[in-house]
């Protein structure tokens, strides 16, 4: 099956999630930067939640790079991880509005690690069809990114009921860490050129 | 003409539906557990019509790969479908603040009817188009599934005024039922080929 | 320049207009069928603003058949009908709240009335590039229903003053009008191909 | 890597904003000419934000006509962007609502600054991945406008701590020069073609 629809629905999802969190940010009360200021953590955690979309939608890019065709599972395991991301609206805004109380904090890095998990499925099932020699295996490597993010996010879970602003922090490192380019896919694709279109 | 925009514009209508249901979900009022687990009527709510628009998408995706060129009447069977499911934010979020009343999950089931007749009514129409030995109409077969769903909504609809939570539960086991991977499309396509871009 | 990411762009501000309206849909006050039938205005007229975007859904998809390259006019036409299409939410929701009063009534047609100019200036714009010879000119022939409409929203617009329901009977025949199946564009394209991809 | 779905994602991203405005225009109260007047400057701010958008979406459609390939610098660079476009319902509605006060209406220039300068940086990106001699640099020429733009926005952000209205007016000013044909990349392809699919 081809794999243009899949990539323009996801496009579509992802786009929208990413927007709908603008949604949240209510208008200041007042005229003043003093007011303006009151919104400024809804507008890093707004933020900090664009990147994880940005991010996602840049990994899948990449992903799908390397994939020819797609199946049913594959299908599936993509709409299990929109799921999870279109939820990110809904635990940013619980997090932001209990001012970064224990649970909702919590809540939100398990919904980043579910999300991680949902990703590392929908990579399994992409590789399954390709076999483990195909495109996507060899440009993973050893995926260390992929290995420690979910880490990263059980280190922040576990970390809201301690010290919540910590947990924020870790989920902070967690992003800038996919920040930084990844060139694996980059590089296969200029050395063995893609496998799609 | 051509397929590609209707897939498009279908793709972006779903993309929204999928995604405005999210905004039910309204944030838990307290930072605890417990609060979490007062929406989670709605959370399991939001997650059925998730899948049952992920079900749609997925057909209608297998369904048009056999699609080679549309007609007006298939530009108009396919807004018709869109127009029910379109509806799916308004009746699950009425169903889900009634607490599973007798009509608002009725009412639910009704719509889940409907987007079937109108899925039908596409399936007919593009079959027209192709006559009936066309690639469509091989692929499909007797298709059971599609004539099991409307059945098991009726059910749902009738259990509903009988006792709601069995209505939901027929209304789960049909969506269960679609989530079975079908092989029927991408086996016709692994031995004919598509007949599309 | 290339015409499919205006066709993509359009197609995404359609199917956001169409998905929006749905959100103005509030949920009964009750569980009753009474409670149901309270919405109905509301639905019924939500309904007649999804025809009237799947309408120019319809005929924008037709158009852009015909058209090969689009230029910054073109463009600009667009945005220009897109604005018109975008406020459709806006007065709908007014004519419903309102309970079909004569302004809110008028300003529903005014609103239809402006889209319907929007598009000729596309359809000048585009046939202004191909020339008066073009495929778009010559399939479009008389246009009489591009005539009529807007003759149509004019006598609603009138109606509503005097009684609003009437108005809204004129805009539900300007819009049955166009669902009766128009085979210029298709006929033309069976004759002689489409000038685009 | 390939451009189609970087142009697919901001299709979604910019049609989302563009309409998710129209959301901030209340039904008004009341069923009178006086009562839709009451709504004709937030009616105003909603146009002058379309055309923003518009642009920005017009110069983005132009601007990747002459890209070919994108690499993950370009992708971050394109959500820094969609990043401050995404902020404009925001920025827009607050203007309006404090009845364009000074600080609301300098934010209003501030974001439009900050778009304006990440809309520079993803120029960069792609001339750097181009060379400064590839078909980019080339088709931008001087660039006057994109040059003018910051300027005017950042004496419209003084003016607004003055006279807001004047501030508002330079908005609509540096929107105009934007409306004004921009033929340098029409004539560029006209000349060398795309360097796209």
Redesign the interface.
Known sequence: ??KS?????S??????????M??E?R??EG???E??RDVAPTFLTY?LS?VYV?IY??NH??M??LASKV???V??AN?HL??WL??L??TT??MD??GF????TA?YGIDLLLAAVAYFLLQRALISQQGSDGPLASALGRDWKGKLSPILYLVGIAAAFWVPYVAVGVFVVAALIW?V???RV?RF?AEHG?S??
Do not use: C, K, Y
């Open positions: 099956m081809n629809r899949l990539e323009a629905f496009d579509g999802v992802l786009a929208i999630i990413i927007t709908i603008v949604l940010l208008v200041p005229s003043s930067w007011a303006l933020l664009f940005g939608w840049n890019h990449h799908l790079q199946d049913g599972r299908l599936w709409l929109l799921f279109s939820l609206p809904f805004s619980w509005e209990s109380d224990p649970v909702p809540v920040l380019p990844d060139r980059e694709v893609t799609g279109r």
